[in-house]
């Protein structure tokens, strides 16, 4: 299949790299709140702390790729699928603990 008469954006979101952004941070919100679920210590409040500092670890890995480094460069559509990732690992961890009293 050929992306060359796709938009660019459809071309930029097909990448490898955007689905590894995703289940990075898929895995990361999810092991750990899968952690605190476990111990019995999980709130609603602690899924959106633990997806918050995910996001801001997210983004102040891009701000150092543009600020710090001259071969890389900071990109939305990666911290789309970073939120995308620790939005979804979040949401399956309020599935569990919805249905599975810890």
Same mark, same amino acid.
């Given at each position: 299949?050929?992306?060359?008469?796709?938009?660019?954006?459809?071309?930029?979101?097909?990448?490898?790299?955007?689905?590894?952004?995703?289940?990075?941070?898929?895995?990361f919100v999810?092991?750990?709140?899968?952690?605190? *679920?476990?111990? !019995?210590?999980?709130q609603?409040k602690?899924?959106? /702390?633990?997806? =918050?500092?995910?996001?801001?670890? %997210?983004?102040?890995?891009?701000?150092?790729?543009?600020? *710090?480094?001259? !071969?890389?460069?900071?990109?939305?559509?990666?911290? /789309?699928?970073? =939120?995308?990732?620790?939005?979804? %690992?979040?949401?399956?961890?309020?599935?569990?603990?919805?249905?599975?009293?810890?």
């Amino acid at each position: 299949m050929s992306f060359s008469k796709a938009p660019k954006v459809i071309t930029e979101l097909s990448s490898y790299d955007k689905v590894a952004h995703f289940v990075f941070y898929f895995v990361f919100v999810f092991l750990w709140g899968s952690y605190f *679920f476990y111990a !019995k210590q999980i709130q609603s409040k602690t899924l959106f /702390l633990i997806f =918050f500092t995910a996001l801001i670890f %997210g983004g102040m890995m891009e701000a150092s790729q543009e600020l *710090f480094t001259t !071969k890389r460069v900071a990109d939305r559509y990666d911290m /789309l699928a970073n =939120f995308a990732g620790a939005f979804s %690992g979040m949401g399956v961890l309020y599935f569990f603990k919805t249905i599975k009293k810890p």
